[in-house]
């Protein structure tokens, strides 16, 4: 593994632990290149986000998306599902007091199981461990969490179940949101079904555009019909 420093703006991010092969962040964080992804474009949410607002990183990994953004003066709820990356996440946030780590993974019931999970590592063969699945709007109230302002949410197709344990959030908080969508994706294992189409019981991400306005690549839409991330604005 190996340590690397980055620059964001005038800012240098240490990074700890970092792998040194396969299509992750940790080899794009080594070339420099994580900065570039589109998913990663930060100046274009600050716009819309006041100094001082609430940044729910769910799917945080070992940081690269929590860090700048409290960088950027928010106060960052840092999320993660999986514990060897949590133990980098909170090494390599641990120099920010604006973030808050959560090792918790988010699903549509609670509950906690050893399984293989999609930890964005890029092996050979998913890693199994203690993943403690949480629905969001009961995790936030019972660690008295404070209502987002903005929520990102990257989880490798996990997001089909996920939301459903969010409705208090979507529904009456109403946060902006960068919303991964996983059209079809792959990976699933035991206790980790990974992307649930709607019509096997997956949420039902039409029911969004009640109470937001929705792009996806800077253009409106009118449907999560592929892979991508989609903004989606409060009405």
Not at 113 to 126: G, H, I, L, M, P
Not at 179 to 188: E, I, R, S, V
């Amino acid at each position: 593994m190996t340590d690397t420093s980055i620059k964001y703006k005038h800012h240098t991010i240490n990074f700890y632990n970092l792998l040194d092969e396969g299509h992750n962040p940790d080899t794009q964080i080594q070339s420099g290149t994580i900065y570039q992804r589109g998913d990663h474009n930060f100046d274009s949410l600050v716009n819309h986000l006041a100094k001082g607002s609430v940044i729910y990183d769910i799917g945080s990994y070992i940081g690269t998306f929590a860090i700048p953004m409290a960088l950027e003066g928010m106060k960052v709820m840092a999320f993660e599902g999986f514990p060897k990356n949590v133990e980098r996440l909170q090494k390599n946030c641990a120099a920010y007091p604006a973030i808050k780590v959560y090792e918790a993974a988010l699903s549509n019931e609670k509950r906690e199981v050893v399984t293989q999970f999609n930890d964005c590592r890029d092996e050979k063969e998913a890693k199994e461990d203690l993943i403690k699945y949480v629905l969001l709007d009961e995790f936030v109230e019972e660690n008295s969490i404070p209502a987002p302002d903005f929520v990102k949410v990257d989880i490798e197709g996990m997001e089909t179940l996920a939301l459903f344990g969010m409705t208090n959030i979507i529904k009456n908080v109403k946060p902006i949101w960068q919303l991964c969508y996983h059209h079809n994706h792959p990976d699933k294992y035991s206790e980790y079904p990974g992307f649930v189409p709607t019509s096997e019981g997956g949420f039902d991400f039409t029911s969004l555009f009640e109470d937001y306005n929705i792009f996806c690549e800077g253009t409106p839409t009118v449907a999560f019909d592929r892979w991508g991330e989609y903004i989606m604005i409060p009405k």
